[in-house]
């Protein structure tokens, strides 16, 4: 069942779709939400025990603080990219779909890496340190088949100079990162040009440029945000520790950030 203009007025009870602040479409069947590409103001959403299998029109509504989608039909947790630009998104209920999985604990710590900024995820509230937790141990959403950006030339082949440019690398990582934490991507003029470095130069590039996009991302961060990412450093940084038998304590370098 597709969910029409004329169904989201009469059960919101509203002249227009614009107004619509909060929707209750709990057990109603539906299997096409499209109309929600037309909802930016959207804040309180319940779509439980329906028949959802898409959360691409959802991508949109900036405003959405609070989700609901237990008992739907998605399929993998890659649909939970559509909502990373949801940066007001505090609330999500995502349980009994077949995203699921088996493993609870992992499909947990996936989500929140998805979307850190969740503070209650299918009514459990989200702890600092699991947050932390899930930076460095939840497995990374990629976007859904068809969705993903075209990155072929002209010709239908893929550019090696684009893929093969350090500038890409540091761009790539750290828009990764920000993407991650529900913030808007930087332009590729905030990145300083590179020289065209050999091969072997590149490889050691990449690294380093995942640190600069690390330090240039810390700029942006709050006093909470920084304190979850220096739980997760130090989470990994122990990882370390305790595989080379080294005992020395953790000093953060902060002096550009």
Same mark, same amino acid.
């Given at each position: 069942? +597709?969910?029409?203009?004329?169904?989201? /007025?009469?059960?919101?009870?509203?002249?227009?779709?614009?107004?619509?602040?909060?929707?209750?479409?709990?057990?109603?069947?539906?299997?096409?939400?499209?109309?929600?590409?037309?909802?930016?103001?959207?804040?309180?959403?319940?779509?439980?025990?329906?028949?959802?299998?898409?959360?691409?029109?959802?991508?949109?509504?900036?405003?959405?603080?609070?989700?609901?989608?237990?008992?739907?039909?998605? *399929?993998?947790?890659?649909?939970?990219?559509?909502?990373?630009?949801?940066?007001?998104?505090?609330?999500?209920?995502?349980?009994?779909?077949?995203?699921?999985?088996?493993?609870?604990?992992?499909?947990?710590?996936?989500?929140?890496?998805?979307? *850190?900024?969740?503070?209650?995820?299918?009514?459990?509230?989200?702890?600092?340190?699991?947050?932390?937790?899930?930076?460095?141990?939840?497995?990374?959403?990629?976007?859904?088949?068809?969705?993903?950006?075209?990155?072929?030339?002209?010709?239908?082949?893929?550019?090696?100079?684009?893929?093969?440019?350090?500038?890409?690398?540091?761009?790539?990582?750290?828009?990764?990162?920000?993407?991650? /934490?529900?913030?808007?991507?930087?332009?590729?003029?905030?990145?300083?040009?590179?020289?065209? *470095?050999?091969?072997?130069? +590149?490889?050691?590039? +990449?690294?380093?440029?995942?640190?600069?996009?690390?330090?240039?991302?810390?700029?942006?961060?709050?006093?909470?945000?920084?304190?979850?990412?220096?739980?997760?450093?130090?989470?990994?940084?122990?990882?370390?520790?305790?595989?080379?038998?080294?005992?020395? *304590?953790?000093?953060?370098?902060?002096?550009?950030?």
């Amino acid at each position: 069942m +597709k969910l029409t203009r004329k169904l989201v /007025l009469a059960k919101a009870k509203a002249s227009d779709l614009e107004s619509v602040k909060k929707l209750n479409c709990w057990g109603c069947n539906l299997t096409d939400i499209s109309i929600f590409s037309q909802m930016p103001s959207i804040e309180v959403l319940t779509l439980s025990v329906n028949s959802i299998s898409s959360l691409a029109p959802l991508a949109g509504c900036l405003s959405l603080s609070e989700l609901y989608l237990r008992r739907n039909l998605i *399929p993998s947790l890659s649909e939970l990219s559509h909502l990373r630009p949801l940066t007001r998104l505090r609330v999500l209920w995502l349980a009994e779909n077949p995203c699921c999985g088996a493993d609870s604990s992992r499909y947990r710590l996936t989500v929140l890496r998805c979307l *850190p900024r969740l503070q209650k995820l299918d009514n459990q509230v989200v702890t600092d340190d699991e947050i932390a937790l899930a930076l460095v141990e939840g497995e990374e959403v990629s976007t859904p088949p068809g969705n993903a950006p075209n990155q072929l030339s002209n010709n239908g082949v893929l550019d090696a100079d684009t893929e093969n440019d350090p500038l890409n690398y540091n761009m790539e990582e750290t828009n990764k990162i920000r993407e991650e /934490l529900g913030m808007k991507p930087l332009s590729r003029d905030k990145f300083p040009s590179l020289s065209s *470095p050999s091969t072997r130069e +590149k490889q050691i590039m +990449k690294k380093t440029h995942i640190l600069d996009a690390v330090l240039l991302l810390l700029r942006d961060l709050d006093e909470e945000e920084l304190r979850v990412v220096h739980t997760a450093a130090q989470n990994r940084l122990q990882t370390y520790t305790l595989d080379s038998g080294d005992a020395r *304590p953790f000093t953060a370098h902060t002096e550009n950030c």
